[in-house]
């Protein structure tokens, strides 16, 4: 996902449901993402320039936020055909190469990257509780 303008941040919409698959295996939705005080979605990929280049401390800010009660997860949205380096596999080793303690997760349709309006990668969601 790459983009030459992105929108003006829209305040005060609710955070679009959705139903992905893990790569641990398990389906997580947006309750499943949620945290008491608030949930970070971060439309992500494994061969983007500009997430290789933040990984290590999205991992580490993510880890401590999810410490401080904001759920966290990340969702990765690219065609794993036209973008091999973005397969189910690879998002499996990216995350144990980051150590990611949150979810991640493949849009495979990228119904809920467009539902989102997801431009580019990394794109960070906040929602408060």
């Known amino acids: 996902m790459t983009a030459l303008d ?3 941040c829209d ?3 609710k955070a679009l449901d959705f139903s ?3 790569i641990d295996g398990k389906t ?3 309750a499943d993402a949620r945290g008491p005080k608030g949930t970070l979605i971060t439309f992500i990929c494994n061969h983007c320039p ?3 280049a933040i990984a290590p401390r999205l991992s580490e ?3 401590r936020l999810q410490d ?3 759920g966290a997860i990340a969702i990765m949205p690219n065609d794993t055909v036209i973008s091999p380096g973005d397969s189910f596999d690879k998002m499996k080793e990216f995350a144990a190469q980051h150590g990611f303690t949150f979810p991640y997760v493949i849009d495979r349709t990228q119904e809920i990257a467009r539902a989102y309006d997801a431009r580019c990668t990394p794109d960070v969601f906040g929602f408060n509780a």
């Open 61 to 63: 800010d993510l880890t």
């Open 68 to 70: 401080e009660g904001i």
């Open 28 to 30: 997580y939705t947006l």
């Open 6 to 8: 992105t929108p003006v």
């Open 50 to 52: 500009y997430v290789r």
């Open 20 to 22: 992905l698959e893990g």
């Open 11 to 13: 305040f005060g919409w």
